[in-house]
T-cell receptor
Framework: DTEVTQTPKHLVMGMTNKKSLKCEQH?????MYWYKQKAKKPPELMFV???????INESVPSRFSPECPNSSLLNLHLHALQPEDSALYLC??????????????FGEGSRLTVL | QKEVEQNSGPLSVPEGAIASLNCTYS??????FFWYRQYSGKSPELIMS????GDKEDGRFTAQLNKASQYVSLLIRDSQPSDSATYLC???????FGTGTRLQVFP
């Protein structure tokens, strides 16, 4: 069982809707990530939070808005999305220190469909 | 040139054989490398980390890192049908994944 929990598992939304994806971890990790994954492609990094501060934003459109309310929670707010934004959205966490920054623990993902 | 490159496969091996998965990288900022396994419809799962040149063994898995050649590989001994998945390589600097290699182990 994954220790990174993502909700909802599936989300269908229209282009004018506002919705949020949620991610929670209780491993004491202080770095959290959002990745986007399209079918048959590798995960693409979107955002990184380290110690609750946004440290990386990979030029993601503003219709995606991340939020890290505390060290255990990570949200991704969605507004005015396009059909091409339909994908699997993966949350991950890791220790931000030392060389093991790449040891990511992934949640099961939220599959988003934009109509 | 992509920062992390992998042969997309599929790599087909018979059960019991050694599967060899390769990854080359151009980012010299990465000092550590990671192999993830992703089953179809599931999220990636970390299976091996390697931090220094040489080999690291964990059960049926061996990771190899050659920083001078900017090359990292994963060997899976005694391959099983349950090893059939996509294997993703990543460096720690920019957290970018390679395109992944799809492995098929047939009985």
């Amino acid at each position: 069982d994954t220790e990174v929990t993502q909700t909802p598992k599936h989300l269908v939304m229209g282009m004018t809707n506002k919705k949020s994806l949620k991610c929670e971890q209780h491993m004491g990790h202080r770095a959290m990530y959002w990745y986007k994954q399209k079918a048959k492609k590798p995960p693409e990094l979107m955002f990184v939070y380290s110690y609750e501060k946004l440290s990386i934003n990979e030029s993601v459109p503003s219709r995606f808005s991340p939020e890290c309310p505390n060290s255990s929670l990570l949200n991704l707010h969605l507004h005015a999305l396009q059909p091409e934004d339909s994908a699997l959205y993966l949350c991950a966490s890791s220790h931000p220190d030392r060389t093991n920054t790449g040891e990511l623990f992934f949640g099961e993902g939220s599959r988003l469909t934009v109509l | 040139q992509k920062e992390v490159e992998q042969n997309s496969g599929p790599l087909s091996v018979p059960e019991g054989a050694i599967a060899s998965l390769n990854c080359t990288y151009s980012d010299r900022g990465s000092q550590s490398f990671f192999w993830y396994r992703q089953y179809s419809g599931k999220s990636p799962e970390l299976i091996m980390s390697i931090y220094s040149n040489g080999d690291k063994e964990d059960g049926r898995f061996t990771a190899q890192l050659n920083k001078a050649s900017q090359y990292v590989s994963l060997l899976i001994r005694d391959s099983q049908p349950s090893d059939s998945a996509t294997y993703l390589c990543a460096g720690n600097d920019k957290l970018i994944f390679g395109t992944g290699t799809r492995l098929q182990v047939f009985p």
